[in-house]
């Protein structure tokens, strides 16, 4: 799951602490515990308490609402296309239904514009490009009218603040769709406008719900946007703060969002503690990726216990996105347990399965057509440093036999983590050196090693204050000619020159 999946999920939104003055809006006591359901995945007891609640008042627009959320997860968390194909023409219904509603209710527009933006994701999740947009167009419209007649509708803020972030964050090849729609934003608008949310205490008082939606749209900025530590700071203050503990733990949704934050920022054993722990079994809505997200945790401490959870997560899977990634994991298990037969095998799978649509299976794919093993000692300093066991990770660096290697790949990837992991313990002379001397000897080269070099230089230089060698890094960066990983590196120095000027 990347941009689509997290910012998706990103939009729940807990509308329990809201008593809603008109007929059409009635948060009535089957709605709230349905919603509290669907936060936790129970969304077949969740279907049939909303039954009820129609039953008893057909009228009720927050419970087409409700179940547009609904599905919308189903379909963001499965990833499967025949579901969303059967579940595309319920969209038109309850459309039709949410614009019936009471127009001076500030729920009205509110509404109708998340499930615009709920299934815009959706569409995009399955390449229908035009009509998200569309979708898109729709829920921004409908947001901005909000604000103007009812400014102080605080959840309206809110999905604006998501919206600003999503806008400002859109690559380079999808830009024409922001010019044509005329959309506006910035990441670090919108994260000012959540900031301001979730730091005022008679906000808070009213919409109690929003400090909830807003640990989901601070937990994705590090993941797909381009945030500052200070973001990074508040979001893990939210994540650890024991008033938070028992929902986190209770929503497989929470879990979700604060193991992707873990696990993006080396805080591994965290993001074990939750994942080895989060609620599933048949009440709850199979959610499989978290299946992938704890392969990788335990693979980050070298744990051969992470290949079950990577062949659970291939074989119950419905959707195509990870599974490229998944396999070269799988592959690497085998490599780490000297079974060249099962190296094998799972490459070619690499090769064979999945799709390209994320960075993470592109550069899976690139892996695996290598056709050469990596070096084991490599490798193990990899993982070792995405799990932030720093100490471990130069221990196996220090195995790497620098004269016996031939390959300009593994000499470059030799001296890139040593520049990372010098980088993220503290010693920022020994890391500036390392990232130099991968940007001099790989700026020829298709690998990401150089290109990342320079942006990691660019942060550097950042950070200290000199904004003239930052911004020449920044450029070195977006100059270089390579081929993996390129989006998001690109995106990130594009950030780091837009913040300089």
């Known amino acids: 799951m990347k941009l689509s999946v997290g910012i998706g999920l990103i939009l729940l939104l807990n509308l329990s602490a809201v008593r809603a003055s008109d007929a059409d809006y009635s948060m009535n006591?089957?709605?709230l515990k349905a919603y509290g359901l669907i936060l936790q995945l129970k969304l077949d007891e969740a279907h049939n308490l909303?039954?009820?609640a129609e039953e008893s008042n057909p009228a009720n627009n927050i419970i087409p609402y409700l179940k547009n959320y609904s599905d919308f997860l189903k379909i963001i968390i499965s990833e499967d296309e025949a579901l969303f194909e059967s579940?595309?023409?319920?969209?038109?219904?309850?459309?039709?239904?949410?614009?019936?509603?009471?127009?001076?209710s500030p729920w009205h527009l509110y509404c109708q514009a998340q499930g615009n933006l709920q299934w815009a994701f959706a569409r995009i999740k399955f390449g229908d490009y035009t009509s998200a947009a569309l979708n898109l167009n729709r829920s921004y419209?409908?947001?901005k009218a909000n604000q103007e007649k009812f400014p102080d509708f605080s959840p309206n803020n809110a999905a604006l603040g998501l919206l600003h972030m999503l806008i400002g964050s859109v690559p380079e090849n999808y830009r024409w769709i922001m010019s044509t729609f005329s959309f506006k934003g910035t990441v670090e608008q919108g994260v000012v406008e959540i900031k301001q949310l979730i730091e005022n205490p008679v906000i808070l008082a009213r919409y109690p719900f929003l400090k909830s939606e807003s640990l989901f749209l601070l937990t994705f900025i590090p993941s797909n946007f381009s945030a500052s530590a200070d973001n990074s700071n508040l979001l893990q203050s939210l994540i650890e703060?024991?008033?938070?503990?028992?929902?986190?733990?209770?929503?497989?949704?929470l879990v979700y969002a604060a193991s992707s934050y873990y696990l993006h920022n080396a805080l591994n054993d965290k993001a074990l503690s939750l994942l080895n722990n989060y609620p599933k079994g048949d009440a709850y809505y199979p959610f499989h990726f978290l299946d992938y997200?704890?392969?990788?945790?335990?693979?980050?401490?070298?744990?051969?216990?992470?290949?079950?959870?990577?062949?659970?997560f291939v074989v119950n899977f419905r959707g195509k996105n990870n599974i490229k990634s998944a396999y070269l994991h799988l592959a690497w298990i085998g490599l780490l347990?000297?079974?060249a037969e099962e190296y094998n095998k799972y490459t070619t799978r690499v090769k064979l399965m999945g799709s390209e649509e994320l960075e993470n299976d592109q550069q899976a794919l690139t892996e695996a057509n290598l056709n050469k093993p990596p070096d084991i000692f490599l490798l193990k300093a990899r993982l070792l440093f995405d799990g932030g066991y720093y100490t471990e990770a130069l221990a196996e660096l220090g195995n790497f036999n620098k004269d016996k290697s031939g390959s300009p790949r593994e000499m470059l990837e030799f001296t890139y983590r040593l520049a990372r992991i010098y980088d993220k313990s503290g010693n920022t002379k020994k890391a500036?050196?390392?990232?130099m001397q991968t940007l001099e000897k790989g700026a020829d080269y298709p690998y990401y090693f150089a290109a990342n070099s320079a942006l990691q230089l660019g942060n550097i230089y950042e950070a200290s204050g000199n904004t003239d060698k930052a911004r020449y890094y920044y450029k070195k960066c977006l100059n270089l000619n390579y081929d993996e990983y390129r989006s998001g590196i690109s995106q990130k120095a594009k950030a780091g020159l837009s913040a300089l000027k």
Not at 241 to 253: E, G, M, V
Not at 298 to 307: Q, T
Not at 432 to 435: A, D, N
């Open 29 to 31: 006591r089957d709605c």
């Open 337 to 339: 347990n000297n079974n």
């Open 87 to 104: 579940l595309s023409p319920l969209i038109k219904e309850r459309d039709d239904q949410l614009e019936s509603g009471t127009e001076n």
């Open 50 to 52: 909303l039954a009820d």
């Open 432 to 435: 500036v050196e390392y990232y």
């Open 293 to 312: 997200l704890t392969g990788k945790a335990k693979l980050n401490k070298l744990d051969d216990g992470a290949r079950i959870h990577f062949l659970r």
């Open 141 to 143: 419209r409908q947001l």
């Open 241 to 253: 703060d024991p008033k938070n503990n028992d929902l986190i733990a209770k929503s497989p949704l």
